[in-house]
């Protein structure tokens, strides 16, 4: 087969520039879809994409991408040719042994090398991405393969013994004095190996096994084990697994809303590190009643799909986003495709959270959780997974498969740590549903998932179509029971939930839905503004059972005690013992300001403060008592002004205790050397004075005031005295002419540095226009250099 | 999706759906490992706990049958982290063994040998096992083998007790199957008791769990020492062997107060074998005067502590405890599963009832307004002497007329708490009233009386709680409780059900004062009884005395 697209009959292109001329638009197309690094920004013309396909950082990810046999058939590729040229594709067959064919187009596809079948060769990069030893071959030494069989005849057995050792666990052997002068005579192994080029000395201890004698020793093989065979994992039927996943889909979308609901009446902190606490871990893992590792998921995913978020006040907390009630408003199959979107698109591992770095504890919602290959192995997983699901038959694959396959699909990315980022992943996705499980422990991906990680338009509506239809269908009925409890025998539907809840207390979730009724619960209804026949009603209308008596019972009784005591808020109360009086005062319309309402034929409550009462009353010609806390009568004397409560000023002592000689005598002393400092300082003293800028009242001016002299400043280019913080916090004061008031920032021109200052308006204090004839223009030769503002004295 | 009629919750619990074709099969497949929570009329909860998971195990099941049963029956997918629970917590039963080594007798055996080193370090486990021996195995004292069981379970991993029974000392004793025969559940309950070897035969009130006792005893043929909670009880059980075995009055002694007799079978009481005197158990010698092949436990939820102590020094005999309820007060659960043994049958109250061998019983909680001027008493009391207050409310006394009067062709029992309370009713009543001051000989008097229907009503307080057997009693009104207390609700609704000659159906009055504490208790007593499939209906005093309600 000609290599992808090559034009058959056309000489041998000499470099993957002139490969790629040859290649069909078809060829091309598929080579910029395999490496879409190549297509951004789109190559101006063919050498240009042969040099960026022949980068370093290109070559990297298409030799990462490589699956095991195509790694291998690389390998061999570059092993040979970097001794001896381009290398025929029989050659590449006969090193690895097998049969190189699918896997050289598929390099060549990649253009990771190139030539025809008969001159092959890898692109240089090629090689340094597979390092030194590629195959674990050494370097080439340039001899000849009969020249090494005729020495490897005469070699001495302890010597071969060396090879044999080297051929495949080379080519690296430590020795000591690798670099001696080896004595062609000597019989020592090592000595006889240098001296003949078997070996080559690399360093002071380390030999080398060269290419060819490896290859030789191989019996011409690169590879003990040619992948030739690929793993073939049984597709196992799967029939549940749909099932199974919209069960674990309805329960994760379950505990998001719960976490939400959770997180908005008690939001836990945000550590100063960016995470969740360990402790905040445990409580909401308590709260949701799940272990931690699974908590964390749902935080993680919560985040994910923006229903969390750090609050971002000055004490932070997470908290439920805007975004959850809009989330919570879809119903369960619309919520977990969000979900489940945001979670293959995030690059965020939960299943690290609680494992440690040389910082500490990773926490989750912390910043150490994410890493890009994530979305990469997730992505893989299903797509690997939904191959061997048949178009109607769900089938999938037993569970430790998915390693060995992994390992065949990238070996150059299955690293351990990869690896548990896939074991992971497995976990998470069945978790979420994105994979369905059959017992004993197969794994597949249930319909609903298809669409999701399909290239299909509108796949998230179709995912949530198929999703609704693998969820059991919602009931809108529970049963009733004698023992107060009601159960939903299947998933409710949201607005009889939502009544539910309010009503009754849930016991246990699941399948079906385990209620409770209360006292409490009842009494939640009323005060949520049911009466006890609404609430018999409507149980009646969604109970397919009757509503036994102990239940009415319990909701009669409960209705009947609701509200029993009552409290109101009143600012004072009129009591008599004449009800009429008090009637009367109630149909007064003088009395309509006080609010009087009747309590009991002999008190009213009013919502005037007492003294306005009293007032109101007396102006009706009633002779109102005043009462105390106690009942008490309140005599009152006519009203005098008096400040409320005040603390006396504090008073000085009559007379300062009498100081010590001694204090008085270092007192002294003191005064005698500031005197003599004083004397010094008047010899030394300047005598040029800068004009002194206004004095200022200490307290600043607001901005907008500031704002507006500025630009009163700007339009007459007037100077005046700015006085600013600096940027080290120092206040200062200067005389300027201001040019301009823009984007929050003052420019105006310093006369005495003769610069331009740029200030920000929030910095300023205070702007001092100069009275009027103070500045000539020229004439302050001298400007205070941040001048330190006066006192306020 | 299957239709099947249970429902797998994530919290663990089982919803089977009762009217579904498949319920009654369903039912039989998970009543091995998941507890019967409760039974009400439409829907019956069971809960899958370790205790039971174990109790399965112990009984030969093993997890794939439970997975199996679990996805066969159930509507919706069951959640896979449930399903991997269930395997982990069966599998941790048994990897340690109990059993008898050649040479070195009594030895703690580990199939798993990490499992042992963990419990070894347990510092709870340390000085109750010896040297060890090799990689799985460590000698433990015969002493502690009870001890040792109860630590391992607290540690979660339940040894399975293999070390086999002391015959004891042999003694013939059969059946006398002359005008009676035994149940089938009866049956099944002592076969499943023996191959068990040792364990918790649960059955309702009024049942026969006497002569599953007997049964037991018949199979073991060896010398017996019976438990019982009182001495009514005692003499009930001397009565009931001599009937049901071929025992003779010889054979039989008793060891309570009043006589101290050690015969091939003894009934002994708790309170004489937990009394104490100068912090030594001066009966404890009863448990070593005979090589006994046998110790039956009746009511085994009132188990008292001392007696766990005792029992788990006699971990080398068989045990066999009776009970209504597995519900302690206490949630000693955990003590019986691993001194008197797992659950070895059990049967529904309602699955019994339906067979006929218990009476159908009819509950009626009757709701007594206080008159004001009590409820003003009652606002204002201390907290400590409320529920006093309103359980002894003087407005019950005129119900309690008004319901003897309905009920004169009856048989009825007034059961109540408080001393003053029950003479007043006594009093008003005209009927004889026994309480704990009641000496034995009167009692029995008393009692045989009212079974020879000489006397219609019986005033009894908490001594009539228990063991009494009264077949022709169909009345029971309770007028006042101890508290919540979930099993004498059901101990004193078992007062009753024994089938009556003509089929009627039991009546059991419960009078709670509306709107105090004694409601909230009430509710918290009928909890069992109605998890049980006993619907309480509700009535007023108020048609009571109008004689509106029947």
Redesign the interface.
């Known amino acids: 087969m000609p290599p992808p697209g090559a034009v058959p009959g056309h000489a041998p292109p000499r470099s993957l520039a002139a490969a790629l001329r040859t290649w069909s638009e078809e060829a091309l197309t598929d080579l910029l879809q395999e490496r879409p690094d190549l297509a951004v920004p789109l190559p101006h013309d063919l050498a240009a994409l042969a040099h960026r396909a022949t980068l370093r950082p290109s070559v990297h990810l298409a030799v990462d991408s490589l699956d095991l046999p195509t790694l291998q058939v690389l390998e061999v590729l570059v092993a040979l040719s970097e001794s001896s040229g381009p290398v025929s594709l029989d050659q590449v067959g006969a090193a690895w042994g097998g049969d190189a064919r699918p896997a050289v187009d598929r390099l060549r596809a990649l253009a990771l090398a190139w030539g025809t079948d008969d001159q092959l060769t890898p692109v240089r990069r090629a090689g340094e991405c597979l390092g030194p030893h590629p195959a674990g071959l050494g370097p080439p030494s340039g001899l000849d393969a009969a020249t090494i069989r005729d020495l490897l005849t005469h070699a001495p057995d302890a010597a071969r013994a060396v090879l044999d050792k080297l051929a495949w666990d080379g080519p690296l052997g430590q020795v000591t004095h690798a670099d001696r002068r080896p004595d062609p005579d000597s019989t020592a192994p090592l000595d006889w190996l240098l001296a003949r080029g078997l070996l080559t000395a690399t360093g002071a201890d380390e030999v080398v096994l060269p290419r060819e004698v490896a290859l030789v020793l191989r019996a011409g093989r690169t590879h003990r084990d040619p992948a030739l065979t690929p793993p073939t994992p049984a597709p196992r039927p799967a029939p549940q697994a749909d099932t199974h996943a919209a069960g674990a889909a309805a329960e994760a979308v379950r505990l998001v809303a719960a976490l939400a609901q959770l997180w908005e009446a008690t939001p836990p902190a945000v550590l100063r590190s960016g995470g969740l606490g360990v402790r905040e871990l445990r409580r909401t893992a308590l709260a949701l009643e799940v272990d931690e590792a699974v908590a964390a998921r749902v935080i993680e995913l919560a985040h994910a799909a923006g229903l969390i978020a750090d609050d971002g006040e000055l004490d932070p907390h997470w908290a439920p986003t805007p975004d959850v009630d809009a989330w919570l408003a879809h119903d369960v199959p619309q919520r977990w495709v969000e979900l489940a979107t945001a979670y293959l698109a995030s690059p965020r591992c939960p299943h690290l959270v609680g494992t440690r770095t040389d910082k500490g504890v990773r926490n989750a919602l912390g910043n150490d959780l994410a890493w890009t290959a994530a979305p990469t192995v997730r992505a893989w997983l299903l797509h690997t997974v939904a191959a061997l699901r048949t178009d109607s038959t769900p089938r999938g694959i037993a569970r430790d498969e998915i390693v060995g396959l992994f390992v065949w699909t990238a070996p150059r990315r299955a690293t351990p740590v990869r690896r548990a980022l896939l074991e992971a992943a497995v976990a998470e996705a069945i978790w979420l549903g994105l994979l369905g499980t059959e017992i004993p422990d197969v794994i597949a991906v249930p319909s609903f998932t298809l669409p999701l990680i399909g290239a299909t338009e509108d796949g998230e509506r179709q995912a949530a179509d198929l999703l609704g239809r693998a969820l059991p269908a919602p009931v809108d009925h529970i049963l009733l029971q004698a023992d107060l409890t009601a159960i939903a025998p299947g998933p409710l539907d949201r607005h009889v939930a939502r009544e539910l809840d309010l009503i009754a207390d849930v016991e246990s979730r699941g399948g079906a839905t385990v209620l409770r009724f209360t006292p409490t619960s009842i009494r939640r209804g009323l005060d949520a503004g049911r009466t006890g026949d609404d609430i018999l009603a409507w149980l009646e209308q969604h109970s397919r059972t009757p509503v036994p008596q102990p239940l009415a019972y319990l909701i009669g009784d409960s209705a009947r005690r609701h509200g029993r005591v009552r409290v109101g808020t009143a600012a004072s109360f009129v009591r008599s013992d004449d009800e009429t009086a008090l009637s009367e005062l109630l149909a007064d319309r003088r009395a309509d300001g006080l609010q009087l309402r009747r309590l009991a034929p002999t008190v009213l409550a009013a919502q005037a403060p007492p003294a306005a009462v009293l007032e109101v009353l007396r102006s009706l010609g009633l002779a109102p008592a005043a009462e105390a806390v106690d009942g008490s009568v309140v005599v009152t004397a006519p009203p005098v002004h008096r400040t409320g409560p005040r603390r006396r000023p504090v008073r000085a002592a009559a007379r300062p205790p009498a100081p010590s000689r001694a204090a008085l005598r270092s007192a002294a002393a003191a005064l005698r050397l500031t005197e003599l400092a004083a004397h010094d300082g008047s010899r030394q003293g300047t005598t040029d004075v800068p004009p002194s800028p206004p004095g200022l009242p200490p307290t600043p001016a607001d901005v907008a005031t500031v704002l507006i002299q500025l630009s009163q400043a700007v339009a007459r280019r007037s100077p005046v005295w700015v006085a600013y913080v600096d940027a080290q916090g120092r206040v200062g004061q200067r005389l300027v002419e201001p040019i301009e008031v823009a984007a929050g920032r003052l420019q105006a021109f310093d006369r005495s540095t003769a610069r331009i200052l740029t200030v920000p308006i929030a910095r300023v204090t205070r702007v001092t226009p100069l009275p009027s004839g103070q500045f000539s223009g020229n004439s302050p030769g001298v400007s205070p250099e941040n001048r330190p503002l006066d006192g306020p004295d | 999706?299957s239709e099947g009629p249970l429902?797998?919750?994530?919290?663990k619990?089982l919803?089977l759906?009762v009217d579904h074709p498949d319920a009654p099969a369903c039912r039989q497949a998970i009543a091995p490992f998941a507890e019967l929570e409760?039974a009400?009329?439409?829907?019956h909860?069971y809960r899958l706990t370790p205790l039971g998971l174990w109790n399965a195990r112990a009984a030969g099941h093993d997890a794939e049958q439970v997975?199996d049963i679990l996805?066969r029956y159930?509507?919706?997918?069951?959640?896979?982290a449930l399903?991997v629970d269930v395997a982990d917590t069966m599998a941790r039963f048994g990897r340690l063994q109990l059993v008898n080594h050649p040479s070195h007798g009594l030895v703690l055996h580990a199939l798993d040998v990490p499992v042992l080193e963990e419990v070894l370090r347990s510092a709870k486990v340390a000085p109750l096992v010896g040297q060890r021996l090799d990689g799985e195995t460590v000698q433990v004292h015969p002493s502690e083998r009870g001890h040792l069981k109860q630590v391992l379970l607290k540690l979660g991993w339940p040894a399975e007790d293999l070390a086999g029974y002391v015959d004891g000392e042999a003694h013939p004793i059969a059946l006398r199957e002359e005008g009676w025969a035994l149940r089938s559940y009866q049956r099944e309950a002592a076969d499943g008791f023996w191959h068990g070897g040792s364990g918790v035969v649960v059955l309702p009130c009024g049942a026969g769990k006497t002569i599953v006792g007997a049964a037991a005893m018949a199979r073991a043929a060896a010398t017996t020492l019976i438990l019982v909670t009182n001495t009514v009880a005692a003499r009930q059980w001397r009565d009931e062997l001599l009937r049901r075995t071929t025992l003779s009055e010889n054979e039989i002694g008793e060891y309570s107060g009043s006589r101290k007799e050690i015969r091939p079978v003894t009934i002994a009481t708790y309170q004489v074998v937990t009394t104490r005197r100068k912090g030594v158990y001066p009966h404890l010698e009863l448990f070593d005067a005979r090589d006994w092949g046998l110790i039956v436990y009746d009511e085994v939820h009132l188990l008292p502590a001392p007696i766990f102590r005792m029992t788990a020094d006699l971990q080398a005999r068989r045990r066999l405890g009776l009970t209504a309820t597995l519900v302690r007060e206490d949630g000693r659960e955990g003590d019986v599963f691993s001194l008197i043994g797992p659950k070895r049958y059990d049967a529904p109250w309602k699955d019994i009832e339906a067979q006929g061998w218990i009476a159908p019983a009819d509950c009626v909680?009757v709701?007594v307004t206080l008159p004001e001027r009590d409820r003003l008493v009652y606002a204002t009391a201390e907290p400590e002497d409320r529920y006093r207050l309103c359980a002894s409310a003087p407005e019950k006394m005129r119900v309690v007329e008004a319901l003897v009067t309905r009920h004169r062709r009856d048989q009825v029992l007034v059961i109540g708490q408080y001393l003053d309370q029950l003479d007043e009713l006594a009093a008003r009543l005209d009927a004889p009233l026994i309480t704990g001051a009641t000496t034995v000989r009167e009692r029995q008097r008393l009692f045989d009386a009212f079974r020879d229907g000489q006397m219609q009503v019986l005033v009894v307080s908490k001594v009539a709680n228990f063991s009494i057997d009264l077949p022709e009693a169909s009345v029971a009104i309770q007028v006042s409780g101890a508290f919540g207390s979930r099993q004498e609700e059901a101990q004193r609704l078992g007062r009753i059900l024994r089938p009556k000659t003509d089929g009627r159906t039991a009546r059991f009055y419960a009078l709670v004062a509306?709107?105090t504490l004694d409601q909230d208790y009430a509710a918290h007593r009928q909890?069992f009884l109605?998890?049980q499939g006993y619907?309480?209906?509700?009535v007023d005093a108020d048609e009571v005395l109008d004689g509106s309600s029947s």
């Open positions: 999706m429902i797998v919750q994530s919290d619990t919803l759906e409760r009400p009329e439409h829907v909860t997975v996805l159930s509507r919706y997918p069951v959640p896979h399903l909680e709701r509306r709107d909890r109605a998890e619907a309480y209906r509700i």
